[in-house]
């Protein structure tokens, strides 16, 4: 695909008119404005020819162009473009330093509630802000916006992330009560329940609030960036995923310059196994993001990695392990991503273990090391664990029980690690690989009763936890691998309900609906064998497929089940 690039956009030549926010000049000390080391430079976005983020109305005080510009910079935050955002915001501060809300924005391009916790730098440079906006004057309405943000800041040093998180929430839910005609505080109230939710809740109390506030607003503002992507992420769990289908096929022509917002549906597009779609929407997400890499100086940028993970998925459903693989070396060759991140450690780690996991490959997967890209793996416990998980699990299947004992043992001390740090959630990931690892070294070594109750704990455990918003979705799905284990242990009929039941969560997985069909014609219902590998050919037979799967699977279609 070819790359697209957008002219770049001098902000000093864009908005030349001195900004007047509110008619007060009262100045921050230049000192104060320093100390915050805002990201600066021209603005860069890719995909189109001209700048493309959707609409969306805040009635700010100030010239023509102070609203301009902090419109242009909402519609970056609203698509999650951080950087891209914060220098807009640093822009207006540049040219008038008491604009209270600019400092506002600067903030919240510090906070990125649904990603991985901000950093000790982004947490200084947010606290600053918010000082600096909190001393400065404020309409009503500015102060409630500041507060609000202001209380997801207050003592970050001694308060928990997800404390803070809550204490976001209880402040927009005020602002929100205080002005309900404000569109705005609506669509920032539901990304705050958003970044609240508890991803043990399975009642989805929270997202069930967050949609109908966003569902209310989406008919009367369908090219608003914050409204139709914050109902991508509340709905992106199996259960509501098919509530978030309008506005996942509606959010990459509302912001097409942006490479997150072309990204963004294939989060529903993976829910519902719709792989087509997914891949198409992550391959112009890749393409977008590499032009952004290029233009910022940069070999690669974190969204472009992020997006290969989701097209390395959806290409293992469809049985394409050519251009999966092809994706995988481009990952292997990578030396620079620019951020190091949560977001990049996690494709490192996931693309070559799904790859191998998903095709049995037992013996490389027993090999693997991590990629030697610019990345402090200790930094990162849970990418991490899932190559030594990886690893486990080829050594299992090669018979290596020494190998296999040794990366449970690291996986258990990740395990305390994350516990140590007070991330229960990451923990509890650990833990379904620890279990899955325990089930399978029993099954090697024909403990079955054992076996058999670890992977049912595992499987238990994930079911009661959401996935993580990073990852298109587990590796392995563990009640997935419950299948696998049961038809090992000549259960085909538990076998069958197990692969049942995991397809209700991750519809149109390729080794579902292989084992399912297996499971099946092993209990001798022929019907219901046939009809999952006929659906795994309407999925997966394409030109680039080439697992051994499908042409068993088209043998026992023709020949035994003589459908």
Same mark, same amino acid.
């Given at each position: 695909?070819?790359?697209?690039?957008?002219?770049?956009?001098?902000?000093?030549?864009?908005?030349?008119?001195?900004?007047?926010?509110?008619?007060?000049?009262?100045?921050?000390?230049?000192?104060?404005?320093?100390?915050?080391?805002?990201?600066?430079?021209?603005?860069?976005?890719?995909?189109?020819?001209?700048?493309?983020?959707?609409?969306?109305?805040?009635?700010?005080?100030?010239?023509?162009? &102070?609203?301009?510009?902090?419109?242009?910079?909402?519609?970056?935050?609203?698509?999650?473009?951080?950087?891209?955002?914060?220098?807009?915001?640093?822009?207006?501060?540049?040219?008038?330093?008491?604009?209270?809300?600019?400092?506002?924005?600067?903030?919240?391009?510090?906070?990125?509630?649904?990603?991985?916790?901000?950093?000790?730098?982004?947490?200084?440079?947010?606290?600053?802000?918010?000082?600096?906006?909190?001393?400065?004057?404020?309409?009503?309405?500015?102060?409630?916006?500041?507060?609000?943000?202001?209380?997801?800041?207050?003592?970050?040093?001694?308060?928990?992330?997800?404390?803070?998180?809550?204490?976001?929430?209880?402040?927009?839910?005020?602002?929100?009560?205080?002005?309900?005609?404000?569109?705005?505080?609506?669509?920032?109230?539901?990304?705050?329940?958003?970044?609240?939710?508890?991803?043990?809740?399975?009642?989805?109390?929270?997202?069930?609030?967050?949609?109908?506030?966003? $569902?209310?607003?989406?008919?009367?503002?369908?090219?608003?960036?914050?409204?139709?992507?914050?109902?991508?992420?509340?709905?992106?769990?199996?259960?509501?995923?098919?509530?978030?289908?309008?506005?996942?096929?509606?959010?990459?022509?509302?912001?097409?310059?942006?490479?997150?917002?072309?990204?963004?549906?294939?989060?529903?597009?993976?829910?519902?196994?719709?792989?087509?779609?997914?891949?198409?929407?992550?391959?112009?997400?890749?393409?977008?993001?590499?032009?952004?890499?290029?233009?910022?100086?940069?070999?690669?940028?974190?969204?472009?990695?992020?997006?290969?993970?989701?097209?390395?998925?959806?290409?293992?459903?469809?049985?394409?392990?050519?251009?999966?693989?092809?994706?995988?070396?481009?990952?292997?060759?990578?030396?620079?991503?620019?951020?190091?991140?949560?977001?990049?450690?996690?494709?490192?780690?996931?693309?070559?273990?799904?790859?191998?996991?998903?095709?049995?490959?037992?013996?490389?997967?027993?090999?693997?090391?991590?990629?030697?890209?610019?990345?402090?793996?200790?930094?990162?416990?849970?990418?991490?664990?899932?190559?030594?998980?990886?690893?486990?699990?080829?050594?299992?299947?090669?018979?290596?029980? =020494?190998?296999?004992?040794?990366?449970?043992?690291?996986?258990?001390?990740?395990?305390?690690?994350?516990?140590?740090?007070?991330?229960?959630?990451?923990?509890?990931?650990?833990?379904?690989?620890?279990?899955?690892?325990?089930?399978?070294?029993?099954?090697?070594?024909?403990?079955?009763? $054992?076996?058999?109750?670890?992977?049912?704990?595992?499987?238990?455990?994930?079911?009661?936890?959401?996935?993580?918003?990073?990852?298109?979705?587990?590796?392995?799905?563990?009640? =997935?691998?419950?299948?696998?284990?049961?038809? $090992?242990?000549?259960?085909?009929?538990?076998?069958?309900?197990?692969?049942?039941?995991?397809?209700?969560?991750?519809?149109?997985?390729?080794?579902?609906?292989?084992?399912?069909?297996?499971?099946?014609?092993?209990?001798?219902?022929?019907?219901?064998?046939?009809?999952?590998?006929?659906?795994?050919?309407? &999925?997966?037979?394409?030109?680039?497929?080439?697992?051994?799967?499908?042409?068993?699977?088209?043998?026992?279609?023709?020949?035994?089940?003589?459908?």
């Amino acid at each position: 695909m070819q790359w697209l690039f957008l002219q770049r956009m001098l902000w000093v030549l864009l908005y030349a008119t001195t900004f007047s926010c509110r008619g007060k000049n009262t100045a921050p000390a230049p000192e104060a404005i320093s100390a915050l080391d805002l990201k600066r430079g021209d603005l860069i976005s890719c995909g189109t020819t001209t700048q493309q983020f959707g609409s969306v109305t805040f009635a700010i005080a100030g010239s023509a162009t &102070v609203k301009a510009a902090f419109t242009l910079g909402l519609k970056l935050l609203h698509s999650f473009e951080y950087d891209e955002a914060e220098k807009v915001f640093a822009g207006i501060i540049d040219e008038q330093p008491s604009c209270a809300m600019a400092y506002w924005g600067i903030a919240m391009s510090n906070f990125h509630p649904l990603w991985t916790p901000p950093s000790v730098t982004e947490l200084t440079k947010g606290s600053k802000a918010v000082a600096i906006a909190q001393a400065l004057p404020l309409s009503k309405k500015e102060a409630a916006y500041i507060d609000a943000i202001a209380a997801f800041y207050a003592n970050w040093e001694k308060v928990d992330h997800r404390s803070r998180c809550l204490n976001f929430e209880k402040a927009m839910e005020k602002l929100y009560t205080a002005w309900p005609d404000d569109h705005e505080a609506a669509a920032l109230y539901a990304l705050a329940l958003n970044a609240a939710a508890d991803p043990a809740d399975k009642t989805f109390q929270k997202q069930r609030k967050a949609g109908a506030i966003l $569902q209310a607003l989406f008919p009367g503002e369908p090219n608003h960036p914050g409204i139709v992507h914050y109902l991508i992420h509340t709905y992106d769990a199996p259960e509501l995923a098919t509530l978030a289908l309008p506005a996942a096929r509606k959010y990459a022509s509302v912001a097409p310059s942006s490479a997150h917002a072309l990204h963004m549906p294939s989060h529903i597009f993976t829910r519902l196994g719709l792989w087509d779609e997914d891949i198409q929407s992550n391959l112009a997400s890749v393409s977008s993001a590499q032009c952004y890499a290029q233009a910022i100086g940069k070999e690669h940028w974190d969204e472009e990695l992020h997006g290969m993970d989701y097209l390395v998925y959806a290409y293992l459903q469809k049985g394409d392990n050519t251009r999966a693989k092809q994706l995988l070396d481009n990952l292997n060759a990578i030396r620079e991503v620019h951020p190091a991140n949560f977001k990049v450690a996690y494709a490192f780690a996931a693309i070559p273990s799904r790859f191998l996991l998903e095709n049995r490959y037992w013996k490389e997967a027993a090999d693997l090391k991590p990629p030697t890209a610019n990345l402090v793996w200790n930094d990162h416990p849970w990418p991490k664990a899932i190559v030594h998980f990886t690893r486990l699990m080829g050594a299992v299947h090669t018979g290596n029980k =020494e190998a296999a004992n040794t990366e449970l043992q690291v996986l258990k001390q990740i395990q305390d690690t994350l516990i140590a740090q007070k991330d229960i959630y990451k923990a509890n990931q650990v833990d379904i690989q620890i279990k899955t690892g325990e089930a399978w070294i029993h099954w090697k070594a024909g403990r079955q009763e $054992q076996a058999l109750g670890s992977m049912t704990l595992a499987a238990e455990l994930e079911d009661k936890t959401e996935k993580h918003p990073v990852t298109p979705g587990e590796v392995i799905p563990a009640r =997935e691998f419950l299948g696998d284990l049961l038809l $090992q242990l000549n259960s085909p009929d538990k076998a069958l309900e197990a692969y049942e039941q995991d397809l209700k969560k991750h519809p149109n997985r390729f080794n579902g609906l292989y084992g399912a069909g297996l499971a099946a014609q092993k209990t001798g219902n022929l019907e219901k064998a046939g009809y999952y590998y006929r659906q795994l050919l309407a &999925v997966a037979d394409t030109a680039g497929s080439r697992r051994p799967e499908l042409e068993i699977v088209r043998t026992r279609i023709l020949q035994n089940l003589k459908d």
